[in-house]
């Protein structure tokens, strides 16, 4: 799935994720509280963020040195020029810059400027006063902009204050004097701050006179997958996101992380940094990540996958990062996760965090059981191997009485000898017949022997006899 920052979600909120009630109501509590928990410590941990020491385009591994994301603005942003319709010997002319980027939570940006002319069209003059509104416009919109109106007495930027109770609208009133043919000018500087907006409106009017101009208001944006999976325990799953800079701000040392939040329902076990393995995929090698327990969510462990990205304006990078859970001796199921960039403001297309479901291991192939292997013995001893008979194997005995090693396989190992192998009943029977006809063999010699003997006795005592008779 990919994930999305509700343009209207306060920072606080802005990683939480949705959450599904599985297996009771009770089930689903404990699951959705430690998503809250998780996107709590995200938007605390994102909000300040983490850096590296070293620059360049694209993504990079380098050391964290804790300065956070840097953002640099063109010296000279583009701007529109939009002109009213002349009225009662005025007309006002506005201009804008062509957008407004959001500044990072760690460093403010400078706001743009936005200037209203007011012409002399009937060659008169003109004094009077322009009401020029600044708003805020988008489902986040609880608040103004952040306007400064430039003093021409004190040639200063001063801050302008909302009024209480005005919403997401400003109004600023300023009093100008038009000389015959000529101009003056009313001067703002405008910024969304960290507000993640649609557009700033821009109105101004003064004697009948009205111009109206918007200005839309970017952001980074950043897409993700895998964040909510079926993943097997033990083996590698990916994760993947795309940064991508829409705005004329150029974004150096971006740090990108993933989240865990490793802890069951009281009283289970919480994760250990060896039972998670981050790894990223940097050159398109893989590079193992280091995990460590964060303070900011309990029971949570994270890794800066990605410590230093680079996006120049318009620019996108792909990032890749995969996780093994459940490998070492504790194991959770199922775990809230979260992927993206920190220090960074973004809009997320799609929900900021995610649920896995870890599947146990696959169980092992069972081992042969101590009867297959008597089993195998038996055949072994009592049928000679097929390679006995064969001379023009050198590793085969000549001698017939002695069986081949290769007629001892364990039955587990071939069907055919475990097929053929007899029984413990079948064993004792032949061993009986075996022995009765043993024993049969030595009574019938020795009854030919005896029988022998007498032969020899009558012939013995027959000789005698004719030689007396001699």
Partial sequence: MTVRNPPGAPASRRWEARTTRAGGSDQGTDMSRGLRALARGLAAVLATGTAVAAAGAGVARAADNGSGPVATAPSAPATQTLSGVAVNGVRLELTLPKQLPVDL?????????????VDDAGGQGYTGTVDVSVTAEGSAAAHPPRVDQYDTDSGSWRPVTAAAGGGAALTVAASVTVPAGGSAQVRLRVS?????????????????????????????????????????????????????NPTDVAYKHVPVKLYLKACPAPP??????????????????????????????????????????SLAPGDSVQLAARMTLNSGAVAVNPVPMAFGPAGLTVVDHGAAGGMLTVQ?????????????????STTASTAPSSTESSPSDPGSSTDPATPSATSATPASDSPAVAAGTPTAG????????????????????????????????????????????R
């Fill in 192 to 244: 969304p701050g960290t507000a993640v907006l649609d557009d700033v409106k821009v109105s101004a009017a003064t004697n009948g006179a009205s111009v109206v101009g918007s200005v839309p208001v970017t952001v980074p944006t950043f897409q993700s997958t895998g964040l909510t999976a079926s993943v097997q325990a033990g083996t590698p799953d990916m994760v993947t996101g795309q940064l991508t």
């Fill in 268 to 309: 289970g076990k919480c994760f250990g940094a060896a039972d998670v393995k981050l790894e990223a995929r940097i050159g398109g090698a893989w590079q193992t990540v280091a995990v460590h327990a964060d303070p900011s969510v309990t029971g949570g462990l994270s890794g800066t996958v990605f410590p230093d990205v």
């Fill in 105 to 117: 939570p760690g460093q403010q940006l400078a706001a743009r400027e936005v200037d209203v002319a």
């Fill in 360 to 376: 146990p291991q696959a169980a092992p192939p069972p081992t042969p059981t101590s009867t297959a292997g008597s089993a195998s």
């Fill in 426 to 469: 079948e064993s004792s029977s032949s061993a009986t017949i075996l022995v009765a006809a043993g024993l049969f063999a030595v009574c019938l010699a020795l009854v030919l022997w005896f029988v022998q003997m007498k032969r020899r006795e009558r012939s013995a005592a027959a000789a005698r006899r004719a030689g007396y008779d």
